[in-house]
């Protein structure tokens, strides 16, 4: 199994940044997939997460109306929509599903 997080950067407040999950070496299509985030000397919070056909999206209430995830079941990956970024918003993002993780993808809020 692999989770590969990409589009993380050093954004703006206010900003916007798309985070692409690619999956592999399961059945994605049969998963509940889930953003999760660990800002430095925090715990790993959930973000988002997604049911497996697309539909009931969950999200933190830190980052509703905010963020949105969505998902690409053709295409295997998950995506995670951040609007309006602010300061607090830095950390790294992690992919997720049952027991396994991605890398992480930093994502820095600065001016």
């Known amino acids: 199994v692999q989770l590969v997080e990409s589009g993380g950067g050093l954004v703006q407040p206010g900003g916007s940044l798309r985070l692409s999950c690619a999956a592999s070496g399961f059945a994605f299509s049969l998963y509940t997939m889930n953003w999760y985030r660990q800002a430095p000397g925090k715990e790993r919070e959930r973000v988002a997460d997604?049911?497996?056909?697309?539909?009931?999206?969950n999200y933190a209430d830190s980052v509703k109306g905010r963020f949105t995830i969505s998902r690409d079941n053709a295409k295997n990956t998950v995506y995670l929509q951040m609007n309006n970024l602010k300061p607090e918003d830095t950390a790294v993002y992690y992919c997720?599903?049952?027991?396994?993780w991605g890398q992480g993808t930093q994502v820095t809020v600065s001016s």
């Open positions: 997720n599903t049952i027991q396994f």
């Open positions: 997604i049911g497996n056909a697309g539909g009931y999206p």
